[in-house]
């Protein structure tokens, strides 16, 4: 079995895909010849050929755009925006068009469209590319939104995506494009979209995060374990659909709960999952929902970075916090 890292697991289910599906066809900015910026598509160029794999101008707009047609008579699209911070030049065409594209048809047209993009900070890129920009995507109905966290989950829900009627926005954490390793099968498989995942399981405590902040979470998991707490992880995978019964579940179970994600705390990701445990776990909480997230800021360049991406020691404060209350 292949021992892939996450931007190779993507790459390996894009080549799948294309190979099952005629339908399939690749879009982007430089994810032909160049392979993508982060080589998530290279060699399907040699592969698949031209007519699979296209080049596309640098029109955010444009991409989108075509690639709505294309999922409209009967292709299935998988598109890259380069960075999650250039979607802004298309959000036209993914909230007015491609989400609304069953409603308005009646049905009788689906966009079975799939807009990969790097998301996050952590790499020191220049401004417009560390962007967490999932609520914005999840606020809309018609869109569904995909976080993968590990290679494994990676192929698998890109492959579900893939194979959905709808449009899939997939966000890909840049940060741990090549941070480890995971075996992953050749064959192809699909990971449910709107099921998370539950990493560890536990008694004390629920542990909330998605994307990039799973390894992080798991960081912090580690130290509490070492102190005697029993946390129970969970990797939600998707925001959209939101699996808010394995959420629940855990936190009637453990009665403590703190949600980690990147973007900014504001009208966020976290701000649903807390409305949800307040909603439908109120009486077992035995202290107040915690959230680590972003600072509701721009992200700041270089070193500065760092510090506003939350940390280990930010998650297990807020871990330590909520035992002790």
């Keep these: 079995m292949p ?4 931007v190779q697991a993507i790459n390996d289910a894009l080549r799948v895909a294309l190979d099952q599906d005629s339908r399939v066809v690749i879009m982007g900015q430089d994810v032909g010849v160049d392979g993508g910026v982060f080589r998530a598509t290279e060699g399907l160029l040699e592969a698949f050929g031209s007519e699979r794999v296209i080049d596309a101008p640098l029109s955010e707009a444009g991409i989108v755009g075509t690639s709505i047609g294309m999922a409209a008579y009967g292709l299935r699209p998988v598109s890259e925006i380069q960075f999650s911070g250039f979607m802004p030049m ?15 048809s009646r049905g009788r047209y689906t966009c079975p469209l799939v807009l990969r993009a790097p998301y996050g900070a952590g790499i020191h890129p220049p401004e417009h ?3 967490s920009p999932e609520a914005y995507y999840a606020h809309t109905p018609g869109l569904k939104v995909v976080m993968p966290a590990t290679p494994y ?16 926005i997939f966000l890909e954490p840049k940060r741990i494009y090549r941070a480890s390793r995971q075996d992953v099968p050749e064959e192809r498989y699909e990971i449910p979209l709107g099921r998370a995942a539950v990493v560890h399981e536990g008694t004390d405590v629920t542990l909330v995060a998605f ?8 960081r912090a998991f580690e130290r509490a374990q070492r102190v005697g707490s029993s946390v129970e992880l969970i990797d939600l995978r998707t925001v959209r659909p939101l699996d808010a019964d ?10 403590r709960c703190v949600v980690v994600q ?16 307040h909603e439908r776990a109120f009486d077992a909480l035995k202290a107040p929902v915690e959230r680590v997230c972003g600072f509701d800021t721009c992200v700041p360049l ?3 970075e760092d510090h506003y991406v939350p940390s280990s020691d930010r998650i297990f404060a807020a871990l330590q916090r909520t035992l002790a209350f």
């Design 90 to 104: 298309a959000f036209d065409q993914i909230v007015c068009h491609a989400a609304r594209l069953r409603w308005r």
């Design 3 to 6: 021992h892939l890292t996450l």
């Design 153 to 168: 989950d990676a192929k698998g829900l890109l492959l579900a995506a893939i194979h959905d009627p709808d449009p899939v």
């Design 129 to 131: 590319h560390s962007e």
């Design 262 to 277: 990147e973007a900014p705390r504001a009208a966020s990701v976290a701000s649903e999952l807390l409305s949800l445990v």
């Design 246 to 255: 394995t959420v629940i579940a855990s936190v009637t179970k453990t009665g």
């Design 211 to 218: 994307g990039a902040m799973v390894s992080v979470a798991q």
């Design 302 to 304: 270089l070193t500065l």
